[in-house]
T-cell receptor
């Protein structure tokens, strides 16, 4: 059973470009979470999605960031007009169910570097 | 705002040592506490502790939840090189659909 897949593993962008990060949850999991880890800091929750629904986006910056989890295909975290402060590791996690199913399994992360 | 604090920030150990990592939390409506191990890649799930399961053990690792003191400890006995990692503590609260609030982690390093 493949784990959570993320790609790309490393992404370099120049300021002002767009970054698209993809996450495929574990087989049988329909709940996806995105977290950001800044250098020397802990993981910070960004957004929680189920198929075709955003359940909780309380940790997502109001501008430039968006996320989706379509009926078919991976979840996408999109960052428009990237700035240097967006440089971080972005982790995706999945779980088989939401409330009561706290055990989240993490992917290897995408390390975004903004030049 | 929910808060999770881990200590120490880092720890150097000799092979064979027993270590204790601490996690304290200040949250409203606590539901569960989770421990993860993060090496170079993905955080790997270790334990989940709740009111109905306050002590867990797996091999050389064990963890206890103290709801009165709002804290948890992670014990590692007979440490090995492969235990070198960052150990993360996270909590969930009721009504937030399983969002994890993490501490900054404890970095465990061996002297080998």
């Amino acid at each position: 059973n493949a784990g959570v897949m993320q790609n790309p593993r490393h992404l370099v962008r120049r300021r002002g470009q767009e970054a698209r990060l993809r996450c495929s949850p574990m087989k049988g999991h329909s709940h996806v979470y995105w977290y950001r880890q800044l250098p020397e800091e802990g993981l910070k929750f960004m957004v929680y999605l189920q198929k075709e629904n955003i359940i909780d986006e309380s940790g997502m910056p109001k501008e430039r960031f968006s996320a989706e989890f379509p009926k078919e295909g991976p979840s996408i975290l999109r960052i428009q007009q990237v700035v240097r402060g967006d440089s971080a590791a972005y982790f995706c996690a999945s779980s088989p169910w939401g409330i009561g199913g706290e055990t989240q399994y993490f992917g290897p992360g995408t390390r975004l570097l903004v030049l | 705002e929910d808060k999770v604090v881990q200590s120490p920030l880092s720890l150097v150990v000799h092979e064979g040592d027993t270590v204790t990592l601490n996690c304290s939390y200040e949250v409203t409506n606590f539901r569960s506490l989770l421990w993860y191990k993060q090496e170079k890649k993905a955080p790997t799930f270790l334990f989940m502790l709740t009111s109905s399961g306050i002590e867990k053990k797996s091999g050389r690792l064990s963890s206890i939840l103290d709801k009165k003191e709002l804290s948890s400890i992670l014990n590692i006995t007979a440490t090995q090189t492969g235990d070198s990692a960052i150990y993360l503590c996270a909590v969930t609260v009721t009504g937030t659909a399983s969002k994890l609030t993490f501490g900054t982690g404890t970095r465990l390093q061996d002297t080998l």
